[in-house]
């Protein structure tokens, strides 16, 4: 646990005993209590079992980390009862909204102090013994997962071979402070859709502007949750499997592949190809939005912050001109051919010690006819494999220009997932002069990730109307990538992650599981 976990620990257990103190202020007086006692944290709520017949040791067992958070708000909840207030909505007022309930009953006249004995008197029936067990049960457990961590499994081999599918983790929220939800009113413990009926488990009748609070930034090579940016718009057909974006993308190629010959003029032809792309995706498709915080949970590395430039020459990533940090389990599609031959299998290869996935739609072993393979290896694995007699190991390197590659405007920029950048990193508070060169890079973060309007008139930018060369960027961003670089849908495709997009950090291993469990992945912190 770092020092802002604990700060932030910290300073929530205060804000709980804190908060109701206007209403225990009038509380106090009625129990017979100096009002002044009310204001100092944590001797209030030693004035409160004073004057209930709980055990002392109860006060104690409040500076737990986290799970104090929860005696506490039970100890709120007792405290009440000593004015007869015993029904469940009571309860869960004081649970959840202390700072509006007690001033509430606390200037209430006709609220008197009854003492513990009216507790003892009340009777509770097993049916409501049960539901305030259940509901105590569901409040705790949602407020550990909105505000300390979350669990999270790894679906696929993009963070390969430092995350492997079927790895369990634990997600901190502490790393970079709590994010409050966008959309409060939701079924617990559901992500975005219910399972047996296929409908939305949230409501946006309520939805909240981005806040975190006790933030700490993002930091360079942290392993990061977060929600997938170009997760904004899709299909109700396939959600999350083919992004809208993706078939959106493909539809605009073939329909330039189909035109080429009848319009002649460039502009025109890509033009005319993305409006009828779009109106055959949006006639073929049920098209529909998600809010920032129910979109799919991706897992990279963060390889550079707000700010950074960023290049890949040859497959190394550099940042800000220097060779970026590599995972020593970072992963990479190496060319391997063999001579007199040589035939290689994957169970010598693991009695080296090079670990392959068992994953038979994305192996990390391929063969290619005769005396040649593609074998997906760490740095420190394809050393090892240098040193077998005959075997030549060079880094498969993607070149060619790539379409889908980031930011997708074959006429301002062709790149591929070897071959990228110079690119700078959006910063808050940095302002950018806006240019033919550079719109297509920025558009969508001033669009749609900071909630402008955007309009192009007569080779000008109209920015919420107002004419402009240039703009002032909001919030922070990132760029994330995956450990296992060519087997990774990451930031090169999709483009930057916006500070309001972040989740938390990956924190710890849990547990892991392939045909069995892995033993040796148990509780492993994560680099």
């Known amino acids: 646990m770092s020092l802002h976990d604990l700060f932030v620990i910290i300073l929530i257990s205060l804000l709980i005993v804190e908060l109701p103190a206007f ?40 500076f737990i980390p986290v799970a104090g958070w929860f005696i506490s708000i039970w100890l709120l909840v007792e405290f009440v009862k000593l004015f007869g207030r015993f029904s469940f909505v009571d309860h869960a007022a004081a649970a959840l909204l202390s700072v509006v309930y ?69 997600v901190s929220k502490l790393s970079y402070g709590p994010r409050i939800p966008n959309t409060p009113l939701a079924i617990p413990f559901v992500h975005h859709t219910m399972p047996i009926t296929n409908s939305k488990s949230y409501t946006e009748i309520i939805h909240l502007p981005y806040t975190r609070w006790f933030a700490s930034p993002v930091k360079r090579n942290d392993v990061v949750v977060f929600n997938f940016p170009a997760g904004d718009t899709l299909t109700k057909e396939l959600d999350s499997q083919d992004p809208y974006y993706d078939i959106l993308q493909s539809e605009e190629m073939r329909q330039y592949q189909q035109l080429k010959g009848q319009i002649a003029n460039e502009a025109e032809l890509q033009a005319v190809s993305k409006q009828k792309a779009r109106e055959i995706v949006w006639s073929d498709y049920t098209i529909m939005t998600r809010p920032v915080d129910k979109r799919e949970n991706y897992i990279k590395r963060c390889v550079a912050i707000s700010g950074d430039t960023i290049q890949i020459v040859d497959g190394i990533l550099y940042v800000n001109g220097k060779k970026a ?24 290869l693991r009695e080296a010690g090079i670990r392959l996935n068992t994953d038979e739609r994305n192996p990390d ?37 790539d379409p889908r590659i980031f930011p997708r ?16 990193i959006p910063k808050k508070g940095a302002t950018i002069q806006l240019n033919a ?60 992650v916006p500070e309001d997009h972040v989740v938390g950090e990956a924190w710890l291993i849990w547990m892991s599981w392939d045909k069995g469990i892995r033993w040796n992945r148990m509780f492993r912190s994560i680099h």
């Open 23 to 62: 209403g225990l202020v009038k509380l106090f007086e009625k129990a017979g209590i100096e009002s002044w006692k009310a204001w100092v944290p944590f001797y209030n709520i030693w004035e409160i079992m004073k004057k209930t017949s709980l055990k002392r040791h109860w006060f104690y067992w409040q």
């Open 325 to 348: 940090y590599i995972s020593p389990t970072s992963a990479t599609d190496y060319m391997v051919t063999t001579t007199n031959n040589k035939v290689l299998n994957d169970d010598d």
């Open 437 to 496: 060169k550079n719109i297509a890079i920025y558009k969508r973060a001033i669009k749609v990730y900071e909630n402008n309007t955007w309009e192009e008139h007569d080779g000008k930018i109209f920015i919420n109307g107002q004419e402009t060369t240039s703009y002032t960027f909001k919030m922070n961003y990132f760029w994330m990538m995956g450990d296992n670089r060519h087997r990774s849908q990451d930031s090169r495709f999709w483009g930057f």
């Open 409 to 424: 405007d074959t006429a301002l920029v062709l790149w591929s997932v070897d071959e990228f950048g110079p690119l700078w």
């Open 365 to 401: 072993f391929i063969p290619y006819g005769a005396n040649s393979y593609m074998i997906n290896m760490t740095e420190s694995e394809a050393e090892i494999l240098k040193k077998f007699p005959g075997v030549n190991v060079t880094r498969k390197l993607e070149n060619v220009g």
């Open 102 to 170: 007690f001033p509430y009953i606390g200037y209430d006249k006709k609220v008197k102090f009854l003492g513990p004995d009216a507790v003892k008197n009340h009777k509770k029936t097993v049916v409501r013994e049960w539901i305030d067990a259940g509901v105590f049960a569901v409040v705790a457990a949602t407020l550990i997962r909105v505000f300390v961590f979350e669990a999270y499994t790894i679906p696929t081999g993009s963070m390969e071979k430092t995350l492997l599918v079927n790895d369990f983790l634990f």
